[in-house]
């Protein structure tokens, strides 16, 4: 099983700040990574995949890079919107596994 | 619009069995492979089950691996996910959800799974 690990666990930011989220795989899993937000109460909502395409939608303002162990997700400047958990989730190996979540709260 | 709603949720005892059902709508199910995925209450994401686009082959996690069945019912374009032998840490929300190209695109509201005695 590939473990993900996400740091921090807990980050506090202001808005207009810009924000750096890691994310690594305990193996090689290419460029097979995507990223989500969820909201309290809501679907998680797919912001990158590929390790770095864009989905549907999502401003310019995220963006994903890495490949095989490590990767990141930069969101150039927080809007009071963005604050959320993310994920990461690798899809190159069975089973499918998630990262543990970032925790982004206002400061 | 497309769109996954979760239904069939509930509280249930250990050991009992529960059917959770999805229903597309605004695309059809029959092209995509599609997931289970799972939320234990304050926690995060854990996979639990895929079908194939062809309906046919079905990959678990270890986990659930015996105990869960996905299935599709193409003319009625709903997902399933028979849960039998639940335990507790079975209790969380649980989303149906998309597959495009390996990775999870779509995902539904989820439905509640309350496993307790």
């Known amino acids: 099983e590939v473990v993900m690990t996400q740091s921090p666990g807990t980050l506090s930011v202001s808005p207009g700040e810009r924000l750096t989220l890691s994310c690594r795989t305990s193996q090689s899993v290419s460029n097979s990574l995507a990223w989500y937000q969820q909201k309290p109460g809501q679907a998680p909502r797919l912001l990158i995949y590929g390790a770095s395409t864009r989905a549907t939608g999502i401003p310019a303002r995220f963006s994903g890079s890495g490949s095989e162990t490590e990767f990141t997700l930069t969101v150039s400047s927080l809007q009071s919107e963005d604050f959320a958990v993310y994920y990461c989730?690798?899809?190159?190996?069975?089973?499918?596994?998630f990262g543990q979540g970032t925790k982004v709260e206002f400061k | 619009q497309e769109q996954l709603v979760e239904s069939g949720g509930g509280v249930v005892r250990p050991g009992g069995s529960l059917r959770l059902s999805c229903a597309a709508s605004g695309f059809a199910l029959k092209p995509y492979g599609m997931h289970w995925v799972r939320q234990a209450p304050g926690k995060g994401l854990e996979w639990v089950a895929f079908l194939w686009r062809d309906g046919v082959k079905k990959d678990y996690p270890d986990s659930v691996n015996g105990r869960f069945t996905i299935s599709k019912d193409n003319y009625k374009n709903t997902l399933y996910l028979q849960m039998d032998s639940l335990r507790v840490e079975d209790t969380a929300i649980y989303f149906c959800a998309r597959d495009v190209s390996w990775y999870i695109e779509l995902w539904g509201r989820g439905t509640l799974v309350t496993v307790s005695s």
């Open positions: 989730h690798q899809y190159a190996n069975w089973p499918r596994t």
